[in-house]
């Protein structure tokens, strides 16, 4: 019995410069704990610990995400389960009290109990290098916009020599204006001063512009080999995608169901009745940054998807607010992204459209007309570059009504 293997659990409580690690029997029994430093060697110690008190059956780390990334890369690599571990209760916290051995432990037992865990982002694959390219581009645009409302805000105390001069320029002339300007006096002057600041407050956007676009151009390059066939999804663009897989990661086998996903990007409902009053809210929860990407491809269905408009009708005549009703398509566009990165399915081809339309000598005009659609629209959708199931198959119906006779 002395020499019969002992499974036990690992608590791992991350920090910047040293990871404290704690392990216990499957029974929750505290065998021992051991501060490491956060570097390679310190990782093989972590590993050496560990397994010199039997056979490792899950580690619970806190912060798999920051401080414990590389940890966690290294216990998978080999072959060790790895769970995320989410920060402890505070009240339970204030109750115990807090130390690194105490926060190792409370994350061992968190596993043992199946309580509060999940499993991490693999964060080492494509979708990694989204997010990273997301990072820098965010902050570019965010300089961006900083860059050009201080264009504006100068303008606006400027002398009104320069203000006449640059007065109802749109952003890009202005930018371009202000980039071919060229300055010259004395530091002392004012108005020198000024352009001098709006021309390099110009450099600093122009480049910020070009450093978005070939962060778009890394982004859709990724998506290209990655997830070609979710941007075929009605208004799921580079954004609304790379931040949507970005949620999910790069092992999306660890979201088990539908609903679960619906749950991550916070579009599961949540009851809020009382009494007689049977409802549902919006969910809090979830990723924001993925609940606000749902948003945007509901507000783009609302206003050019012929579908989503006759829903959001039916429901309205049904009495539901309009948040009510963009809670019930979130849910369902939540759907239909899960499937589509579980399971993809290429959009259907449109080329016979084109054909179609031309053999019976219909223009753009004429068929965007009768489908009460905008000429790009149909543009697009005969292209291949926008997908609509719905209006195609209209398009494609009264296509086929048609003879060459009624085209004139």
């Known amino acids: 019995m002395a020499n019969e293997a002992t499974d036990v659990i690992v608590g791992i409580d991350t920090h910047a410069d040293t990871h404290h690690v704690a392990v216990i029997t499957g029974y929750g029994k505290p065998l021992a704990d051991r501060e490491f430093l956060a570097?390679?060697?310190?990782?093989?110690?972590?590993?050496?610990?560990?397994?010199?008190?039997?056979?490792?059956?899950a580690v619970g780390i806190e912060g798999t995400g920051s401080y414990g990334a590389e940890l966690a890369r290294t216990l998978r690599g080999e072959g060790l389960t790895v769970l995320e571990v989410n920060r402890p209760n505070r009240a339970e916290r204030r109750l115990k009290g807090k130390s690194d051995p105490l926060d190792a432990y409370q994350a061992a037992q968190s596993v043992l109990a199946e309580r509060g865990i999940s499993v991490p982002k693999a964060k080492d694959g494509p979708v990694e290098c989204l997010r990273i390219l997301r990072t820098a581009r965010s902050s570019a645009a965010k300089a961006r916009t900083v860059a050009v409302n201080q264009i504006k805000g100068l303008l606006v105390s400027a002398p009104e020599g320069l203000r006449a001069k640059y007065r109802g320029l749109g952003t890009p002339a202005l930018i371009m204006a202000l980039q071919r300007a060229r300055p010259s006096g004395h530091v002392a002057d004012p108005e020198y001063m000024t352009l001098l600041t709006l021309k390099a407050l110009a450099v600093r956007y122009h480049s910020l512009a070009a450093e978005i676009a070939a962060a778009d151009a890394s982004l859709q390059e990724i998506l290209d080999t990655y997830a070609p066939m979710l941007c075929d999804l009605t208004g799921v663009g580079t954004e609304v995608a790379s931040q949507l897989l970005v949620t999910v990661g790069d092992n999306p086998d660890r979201i088990g169901s539908e609903p679960q996903f619906a749950a991550l990007v916070?579009?599961?409902?949540?009851?809020?009745?009382?009494?007689?009053?049977?409802?549902?809210?919006?969910?809090?929860?979830?990723?924001?940054?993925?609940?606000?990407?749902?948003?945007?491809?509901?507000?783009?269905?609302?206003?050019?998807?012929r579908r989503t408009r006759d829903y959001v009708n039916k429901r309205t005549a049904e009495g539901k607010s309009k948040r009510e009703i963009m809670r019930c398509l979130k849910r369902y566009v939540a759907r239909e992204i899960y499937r589509q990165i579980t399971n993809p399915q290429p959009a259907p081809s449109n080329a016979d459209l084109r054909q179609q339309r031309t053999k019976l000598g219909f223009t753009i005009n004429a068929a965007a007309g009768h489908l009460g659609q905008w000429p790009s629209v149909i543009s697009r959708l005969e292209r291949g570059l926008i997908r609509n199931d719905s209006l195609a198959a209209t398009y494609r119906q009264w296509l086929a009504d048609q003879t060459p006779q009624n085209a004139n």
């Open 266 to 305: 916070g579009a599961a409902p949540i009851p809020a009745s009382s009494g007689k009053t049977t409802r549902h809210r919006l969910s809090r929860g979830g990723d924001r940054n993925a609940n606000r990407a749902l948003h945007q491809v509901v507000l783009v269905r609302m206003s050019s998807c």
């Open 39 to 57: 570097v390679g060697s310190g990782y093989r110690k972590i590993l050496d610990f560990i397994a010199s008190h039997g056979t490792v059956t």
